[in-house]
């Protein structure tokens, strides 16, 4: 069965810093450049239920792209990844375990900084404030230049109405 719009999953480790920045930084330049797509973040060792990072929530939201109010960690599960059309991944540590957990994902993984020389972001978890904002101008770096890829391999159409999720 194929899917109306196509699912880009983000991953890191626990889902509460990078992949819910990610995740909100995806959903703005989609919405911005309106285009349909849906976008999701989960951990590969999450504790499940645990609220985003303080200073993600304050970085996403001084930066005009919020995460949800009811963002909540998840473990990214094999049925999430067989249905995704693509998987973006943090660091190597990530898309390794990725590779090894879930295998049959491994054709749609790659970095999320992938387009700047294999750019990895490091987890945050510990870092003070202004970490988490050097980190949101990669990601926003990447997320763009991942929507134009996608674009320009006809796996995303620019113009569509953009459906939040």
């Known amino acids: ?94 898309y390794h375990r990725v590779h090894k957990v879930f295998p049959q994902a491994s054709g749609k993984t790659f970095l999320l900084g992938r387009w700047q020389a294999e750019l990895e972001i490091p987890d945050p978890i510990a870092a003070p404030e202004e970490t988490f904002r050097a980190q949101w101008a990669l990601m926003r770096t990447a997320c763009e230049a991942w929507v134009e890829h996608l674009l320009q391999a006809g796996m995303l159409s620019a113009g569509l109405q953009h459906a939040d999720s």
């Open 1 to 94: 069965m194929s899917r109306a719009k196509p699912l880009i999953l983000i991953l890191c480790t626990g889902n509460v810093c990078r992949s819910p920045m990610a995740e909100a930084l995806m959903r703005s330049v989609l919405v911005r450049r309106n285009i349909s797509a849906e976008v999701e973040s989960r951990g590969l060792a999450a504790a499940v239920g645990r609220a985003p990072h303080p200073y993600a929530l304050q970085t996403a939201s001084d930066f005009g792209a919020p995460i949800a109010a009811d963002k909540r960690a998840g473990s990214v599960t094999s049925a999430e990844l067989r249905i995704a059309s693509l998987v973006l991944v943090m660091d190597k540590m990530n």
